[in-house]
């Protein structure tokens, strides 16, 4: 079976700090992993996702997140934050050859001026 | 191109009313999901559909029923509605099943509070 753990509900950084969200999984066979990010009152939007073909993947607003087999990570990092990085971040998990996706708890970001 | 819409944004509803949640996608995706929203729990999937005229039950079906008459459209019904069922209910559409672009679109949500 599937899982993802994220590691903190809520992350605090000083904008321009660098961001660090952390995401494990559990799965039998190589999966297809993503990030979704979720604004106050909104939807989920995609991020970035992995799909084995290179493990360091670029997303949306500068953010980029590494393919980790040996520690089966997939953690989000930016460089810098921006106020408007607060939101909260999913990380979620599919098998290959499945269409279902499991997604993890959440990380809240919060920005701080 | 709306993408995914909802209906109704809001709604508060008294133990034991019923309400149907309407979903509506115009990117002729052939899967549809309903999941609820749960703080420090993620979204967990209720129900499912791969295509139109099906629906399949998944992580939490219980007190919900779906319909997928359309292939544009997903409803999920609460037949009597219970305080465990004050959620956010999203929506969401993929193109494809279990392909590398299996992208989520997801719609705005809906807040369900139930007294």
């Known amino acids: 079976a599937q899982s993802v753990t994220q590691l903190g509900s809520h992350v605090s950084v000083s904008e321009g700090a660098l961001v660090l969200l952390r995401c494990n999984y559990s799965?039998?066979?190589?999966?297809?992993l993503f990030w979704y990010v979720q604004y106050p009152n909104q939807g989920l939007q995609l991020l970035l996702k992995y799909t084995s073909a290179a493990t360091l993947v670029k997303g949306i607003n500068g953010f980029e997140a590494e393919f980790k087999k040996s520690e089966t990570s997939f953690h989000l990092t930016k460089p810098s934050a921006h106020m408007s990085d607060a939101a909260e971040y999913f990380c979620a998990v599919r098998r290959t050859g499945g269409f279902k996706t499991i997604f993890g708890a959440g990380t809240r970001l919060f920005v701080k001026a | 191109n709306a993408g995914v819409t909802q209906t109704p944004k809001f709604r508060v509803l008294k133990t034991g009313q019923s309400m149907t949640l309407l979903c509506a996608q115009d990117?002729?995706?052939?899967?549809m999901y309903w999941y609820r929203q749960d703080p420090g729990m993620g979204l967990r999937l209720i129900h499912y559909?791969?295509?139109?005229?099906?629906?399949a039950k998944g992580e939490v079906p219980d007190g919900y029923n779906v319909s997928r008459l359309k292939k544009q459209n997903f409803l999920l019904g609460l037949e009597s509605a219970a305080p465990s069922q004050t959620s956010v209910y999203f929506c969401?559409?993929?193109?494809?099943?279990?392909?590398?672009?299996?992208?989520?679109?997801f719609g705005p949500g809906t807040r369900l509070t139930v007294l």
């Open positions: 799965s039998s066979v190589p999966p297809y």
């Open positions: 559909s791969v295509g139109e005229g099906t629906t």
């Open positions: 990117m002729n995706h052939e899967y």
């Open positions: 969401a559409s993929t193109r494809e099943g279990t392909g590398v672009n299996n992208e989520q679109f």
